[in-house]
């Protein structure tokens, strides 16, 4: 497989703006609580929680913010009462859209969704109705200029599923979930740079957009990420490598 990184593109743009409105820590921390309350608080036995923390670290939130937003979902803290919901939809071009959500009230968040899709030009769809164009992924991104053979040596032997190289140089190392935290290990133990690592959804097809649907797509994006309530955005949008420098141009 070949191309240019459109996640690491989209997800660094992503990550930017949520660092620019100052929400970052406030989703982190809701997340690291929940994978907690779900599955307990020892990252190594909980996948979730691991891969929570590490984008926490990667996002240099102290390790006592950390350790406190564990306690907490695992019960030794305050009680959290946080439900987990995804809503789906559809967006510019017909591109698919699913937002995820935590939220102590799920009515306003449904109505705030809805008024996203509705007002951006989208449609807000059934359960199920995208979700099967996305499947759950660890994606470990690492710079231009990273020795591919020694990656693909410790990705694959750690239980990697896929090592895209990209047309700048970049690769991107795909994982299931479940061992995220392994091959994202047997890839630190290489002592290689890593650009970025998260378990994310990732669409099996992408729809390609031209500059003004990009637009549209990432203004409607950005709307739902303003939202309190939303954790994390996902689309099957194709942003090319030419869309996005103008995009950040």
């Given at each position: 497989?070949?191309?240019?990184?459109?996640?690491?593109?989209?997800?660094?743009?992503?990550?930017?703006?949520?660092?620019?409105?100052?929400?970052?820590?406030?989703?982190?921390i809701?997340?690291?609580?929940?994978?907690?309350?779900?599955?307990?608080?020892?990252?190594?036995?909980?996948?979730?929680?691991?891969?929570?923390?590490?984008?926490?670290?990667?996002?240099?939130?102290?390790?006592?913010?950390?350790?406190?937003a564990?306690?907490r979902?695992?019960?030794?803290?305050?009680?959290?009462?946080?439900?987990?919901?995804?809503?789906?939809?559809?967006?510019?071009?017909?591109?698919?859209?699913?937002?995820?959500?935590?939220?102590?009230?799920?009515?306003?968040?449904?109505?705030?969704?809805?008024?996203?899709f509705t007002?951006?030009?989208?449609?807000?769809?059934?359960?199920?109705?995208?979700?099967?164009?996305?499947?759950?992924?660890?994606?470990?991104?690492?710079?231009?200029?990273t020795?591919?053979?020694?990656?693909?040596?410790?990705?694959?032997?750690?239980g990697?599923?896929?090592?895209?190289?990209?047309?700048?140089?970049?690769?991107?190392?795909?994982?299931?979930?479940?061992?995220?935290?392994?091959?994202?290990d047997?890839?630190?133990a290489?002592?290689?740079?890593?650009?970025?690592?998260?378990?994310?959804?990732?669409?099996?097809?992408?729809?390609?957009?031209?500059?003004?649907?990009?637009?549209?797509?990432?203004?409607?994006?950005?709307?739902?990420?303003?939202?309190?309530d939303?954790?994390?955005?996902?689309?099957?949008?194709?942003?090319?490598?030419?869309?996005?420098?103008?995009?950040?141009?």
């Amino acid at each position: 497989m070949a191309g240019h990184s459109k996640w690491a593109n989209i997800q660094h743009r992503k990550g930017a703006q949520d660092a620019k409105r100052g929400k970052l820590f406030t989703k982190l921390i809701r997340e690291i609580t929940v994978a907690a309350k779900m599955g307990g608080s020892d990252a190594a036995a909980n996948p979730r929680l691991r891969a929570a923390i590490d984008k926490a670290l990667g996002a240099n939130m102290t390790k006592d913010v950390i350790e406190r937003a564990t306690k907490r979902g695992a019960g030794e803290l305050d009680d959290v009462n946080y439900e987990e919901i995804r809503y789906e939809g559809y967006g510019p071009s017909g591109i698919a859209i699913m937002v995820d959500c935590m939220t102590d009230n799920r009515n306003r968040t449904v109505a705030a969704v809805r008024n996203v899709f509705t007002k951006r030009g989208g449609n807000m769809g059934t359960d199920g109705s995208v979700a099967y164009l996305f499947n759950k992924k660890g994606i470990i991104s690492l710079p231009a200029g990273t020795d591919e053979d020694t990656i693909m040596e410790a990705a694959l032997e750690a239980g990697a599923e896929d090592i895209v190289t990209n047309d700048d140089g970049s690769i991107d190392v795909f994982t299931s979930p479940d061992d995220y935290s392994v091959v994202k290990d047997a890839i630190d133990a290489t002592e290689c740079e890593v650009t970025s690592s998260q378990v994310t959804m990732h669409p099996d097809i992408s729809v390609s957009l031209d500059l003004d649907d990009a637009q549209k797509a990432i203004g409607m994006i950005e709307a739902f990420e303003e939202l309190d309530d939303v954790q994390d955005v996902y689309s099957n949008a194709d942003f090319s490598d030419e869309v996005m420098a103008q995009l950040e141009g």
